[in-house]
């Protein structure tokens, strides 16, 4: 349901149910190290945890005033305020704040802020059947996707750990971006007659990753925030979806130096 108060201001509120099933395999191949000639195979299906049964209610204030080009906002800002509770066989409290500002000090760069928290609060919200969240999405902070991390970047911790990559996985996230954006091919571009837009920016990231019983560092804590740069160009293929490729620099990674990631996502 929604209640527009005017053209940029409304109310969301939303309810539904989910239900969260689980299911686990154990594949086994053994190979012969000379010849390379399957020994051995089998299957195992695993126990698993019973089902999530859940009701999910939300409620949202929303504001946008925010002007788009081909690739993402431009101008103006927007912000979104959001609670939702679920209750089942789990109760938790879930909570959003998202802030977006643009600004075009000189036409046609665009100055794009953004800061974002969102997390799950309550007796049932770092249960183990629930996927934790992480801020190495392209969405959030570039340069810490899952598929990069090497073995050898978890040398010398515990067994089962890897604080490198431990860090950004948490029930609670905190992000803030910052980019300048200047669009070189479509209306406002540099070349204005390109019927596809095309555009570069340089970017800045920070996030922190954290849970009930590990505050972040800006609080006194000792979950460490995690910062990247870089630079990314982003292109309209063709109205489908938005293509980012990314050159990034991980900050918080003594083990990698730049990097290249590629994703289908908008511009936040």
């Given at each position: 349901?929604?209640?527009?108060?005017?053209?940029?201001?409304?109310?969301?509120?939303?309810?539904?149910?989910?239900?969260?099933?689980?299911?686990?395999?154990?594949?086994?191949?053994?190979y012969?190290?000379?010849?390379?000639?399957?020994?051995?195979?089998?299957e195992?299906?695993?126990?698993?945890?019973?089902?999530?049964?859940?009701?999910?209610?939300?409620?949202?204030?929303?504001?946008?005033?925010?002007?788009?080009?081909?690739?993402?906002?431009?101008?103006?800002?927007?912000?979104?305020?959001?609670?939702?509770?679920?209750?089942?066989?789990?109760?938790?409290?879930?909570?959003?704040?998202?802030?977006r500002?643009?600004?075009?000090?000189?036409?046609?760069?665009?100055?794009?802020?953004?800061?974002?928290?969102?997390?799950?609060?309550?007796?049932?919200?770092?249960?183990?059947?629930?996927?934790?969240?992480?801020?190495?999405?392209?969405?959030?902070?570039?340069?810490?996707?899952?598929?990069?991390?090497?073995?050898?970047?978890?040398?010398?911790?515990?067994?089962?750990?890897?604080?490198?990559?431990?860090?950004?996985?948490?029930?609670?996230?905190?992000?803030?971006?910052?980019?300048?954006?200047?669009?070189?091919?479509?209306?406002?571009?540099?070349?204005?007659?390109s019927?596809?837009?095309?555009?570069?920016?340089?970017?800045?990231?920070?996030?922190?990753?954290?849970?009930?019983?590990?505050?972040?560092?800006?609080?006194?804590?000792?979950?460490?925030?995690?910062?990247?740069?870089?630079?990314?160009?982003?292109i309209?293929?063709?109205?489908?979806?938005?293509?980012?490729?990314d050159?990034?620099?991980?900050?918080?990674r003594?083990?990698?130096?730049?990097?290249?990631?590629?994703?289908?996502?908008?511009?936040?």
């Open positions: 349901m929604v209640y527009p108060f005017n053209r940029a201001h409304r109310f969301e509120f939303s309810g539904g149910f989910r239900n969260i099933s689980f299911e686990a395999e154990s594949l086994l191949r053994v012969d190290a000379q010849t390379g000639g399957l020994l051995q195979s089998g195992q299906n695993l126990t698993t945890p019973d089902s999530l049964h859940l009701g999910v209610s939300t409620a949202a204030l929303v504001y946008d005033t925010s002007i788009s080009a081909g690739l993402g906002p431009m101008l103006g800002q927007r912000y979104r305020v959001e609670g939702s509770t679920t209750i089942g066989s789990l109760s938790f409290t879930t909570a959003l704040a998202d802030y500002k643009y600004f075009m000090p000189l036409r046609p760069i665009t100055l794009a802020f953004r800061i974002l928290h969102y997390g799950r609060y309550g007796g049932g919200a770092e249960d183990q059947r629930l996927q934790p969240l992480f801020i190495g999405d392209q969405m959030l902070i570039r340069g810490y996707d899952v598929n990069s991390f090497s073995a050898s970047e978890c040398s010398g911790a515990a067994p089962g750990t890897c604080p490198v990559f431990d860090r950004l996985i948490g029930s609670r996230v905190g992000v803030a971006n910052f980019e300048v954006r200047a669009p070189l091919f479509g209306p406002l571009g540099l070349i204005s007659k019927f596809l837009p095309v555009e570069i920016a340089a970017f800045a990231d920070a996030g922190t990753a954290w849970t009930s019983a590990e505050s972040p560092d800006w609080a006194g804590g000792d979950r460490a925030t995690v910062t990247s740069h870089g630079g990314t160009l982003r309209n293929l063709l109205g489908f979806a938005i293509g980012e490729v050159l990034v620099h991980p900050n918080n003594p083990q990698r130096d730049w990097l290249w990631q590629f994703g289908l996502t908008q511009s936040f």
